[in-house]
């Protein structure tokens, strides 16, 4: 694959908005995933024929790797023994991964998840007790539940100040009991399967819960479940368009689900609800962002590189003033997409000028971010498929594989939809659709 200096860390990355140390770690990255990723990206969905095998050996073969070289302890504070690094280089992890695989940088990503979300509550004990495991050399998963059947993006809502959550988290004593279900997290699943040769096991679940519905914002908080509790259950993994073992999505059952007080992550009232918002959703979208940057740049490279060598009519395609201007199109997305990204990442480190990432203008922001992004990705994938025409159809250039990937990043943690809905409600929130009030007091969802 060809280095188009553009593309490369160091110009790429903005110096107003990260260090020279910042962006020779991304180089290091990408330096792992060009000469590791890259060749085996056909392997991490077990080659054409899926074969689950080679898929889950691949997966947690470079997963451990990845562990190693220490990307999913960059997020965690040195005094845990992690690197204690900026959110600015949890995003270049994020995008210089995504080059190669979405799945495998959302796998690495679910660490800097559950880092952030107890490190938002300044839970040093449970900070404790979970580094060992981030920073020892073993590779662990980790996965973090919100959507119900009832709704994903319903929850993502501000006006429904996380009322309609039916998963439920009543005190007795000195524990929480939890009863609900919840669909689509991942990975997740019974314990073994993810346990091999190179994963050691699953961390366990940071699934979001309410003590009381009609409490609201008061109610909502997020507590941890380990792999092994007694009541926890599954189905088996959903058959889907992408991401087929890096995010094995399933099910969760929580029936009476016991664990101890300590484990509610969020400890003052109103708390919760600005992790779920700011940590879980907010933060979310904006690695999101990052994802989908890595993922649109990795198709731009593969079109580049294709039509210089496809001639058309006596002269290499990209010479061609319309294949021009379109991959003029395609950088332009891509770069407008990381800038953007890039700031509100620095925005992030400034709160006490941008607001805390709980704030309706955060989230809007963050929305932007990723909803540009997607969009940017979107064009991308469609583009470069059109210009290398059935060659970009077909297996063999991994550009159909990006196409299915970016979609679920655009959909997920509310979606394409609900990102619009947030950038309005932090422009002149409160923003609630018509009919809002009559609708929620009929379902009991306010007084
Ligand atoms: C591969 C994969 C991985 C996932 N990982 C996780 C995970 O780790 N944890 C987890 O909890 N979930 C996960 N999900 C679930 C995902 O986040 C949800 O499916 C998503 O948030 C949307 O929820 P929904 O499917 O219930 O859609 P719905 O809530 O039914 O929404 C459908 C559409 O309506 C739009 N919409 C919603 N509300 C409004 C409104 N008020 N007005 C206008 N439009 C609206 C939405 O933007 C969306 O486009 C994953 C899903 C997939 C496929």
Redesign the pocket.
Known sequence: MTQYSMLSPAQKYTRAFCTEEEISMADSIRKFVDNEVMPRRHDLEGGWHRDEKLALETLHELYSKLVKLGATKSNLPAEYGGLGLSPVVRQMVNEELSRADIGLATMVG?IHWIVSIMAAAKRDDLLKEFSPRIVGEDAWTA?????EPA????L??PALQFRTIKTIARLEGDDYVIKGH?????PAGPADRFQSKYLKGHLGYWT?ATTDPSKGEEGAGVFYIPPDAKGLSFSSPYE?M??VWS?E?VDVYLDDVRIPKRYRIDTEPGEGAKIIRGYIVGLGRLAGSARLVGLSQAVLEIVLDYTKHREIAGLPARQRSLFAALIGEMFRYIEVARQYYLAVTWQVSHPEIYGPPWSEQMIAKFSSARSFAADAAKFVTNTGMELMGSYGYSYEFHVEKYMRDYK?VQ?????????R?DIAQGLYGPFK?GGFEDWARKEKLLP
């Open positions: 679910k996965c973090v539940g919100i959507t709704g994903g993006a319903n993502e809502d919840k669909i689509w997290p991942g979001v889907k992408g991401f995010d999505n679920i959909m997920w943690l509310g979606g394409a939809q609900r990102d809905l659709w």
